[in-house]
């Protein structure tokens, strides 16, 4: 499935969801849109929802690594919520988990991010 | 189960260095093992290794210039499958550091230099031969495992 994504606001968090295939050619289509929303500023934090990416490769890990550092250098947090059994396997080859919190539900990736709004 | 007899098959197809083939390339691999009946591990594991494979070809190999070819060939030898990318490129000079973890000649692309790591971790065996000037093969291996051996 082509890749997709849907981007939404609450309590001043982006949360943006990957949808399909998430690979080198749909890279730039994953980072586009979130570095315009993003440098608006209106946003510290950002909660990624993975539930319903159903592919994902080093390319795919280069632009969660991209935004983290990109949040991270202006003091945002960035959280994972919801994989399935094959993201959750390649991220954690890449030892992204080490810089970037997982949770399983939006829920609770907004009481993490409660401490930091 | 009744044994049957050792499949072997094999197939080899060139599709143009575009970033919009890396999912024509893991589609048909994944395509070619069903006859294995392999767990979804064992599918998305060879998926995501020829995807870094392809994508390797495509941004080094060529520069992301859209032009050049790339051959994908994969063979079945019982329950293994060998895979072979191949591109006619400038070739990896230095290939004990590209196989390095977070390694990345690319670094202004947010390449995490993973892609080598990556399939060493998801395959059996990699093999990578390159020439400078002239290309570079990657090599995959994975044998699927037996069917009723498996914990259902």
Known sequence: MAFQLQLD??????????????????????RQPMEAFLSEGRFRHVILVLNRLDFIDSSGIGVILGRYKWLAARGGKLVICGMNAHVRKILDVSGIFK??????????????????? | MTAIATVQNHIKFTFPAMSENESLARTVVAAFVMSLDPMLDELNDLKTAVSEAVTNAIIHGYDERNSGMIDLEAELDGRTVFIRITDYGRGIHDLWQARQPMYTSKPDLERPGMGFTMMEHLMDEVTVQ?????????????????VDMRWH
């Not at chain 1, 810089?99 to 709004?117: G, K």
């Not at chain 2, 390159?130 to 699927?144: E, M, P, Q, Y």
């Open chain 1, 9 to 30: 606001v609450k309590d001043q968090i982006l949360i943006v969801t990957f949808c399909g295939e998430l690979d080198h050619h749909a890279a730039a289509e994953a």
């Open chain 1, 99 to 117: 810089l970037i919190p997982a949770v399983n539900s939006v829920p609770d990736a907004m009481s993490l991010l409660e401490v930091f709004v």
């Open chain 2, 130 to 146: 390159s020439v400078a000037g002239r290309g570079t093969t990657i090599g995959l291996r994975k044998t699927i495992s037996p």
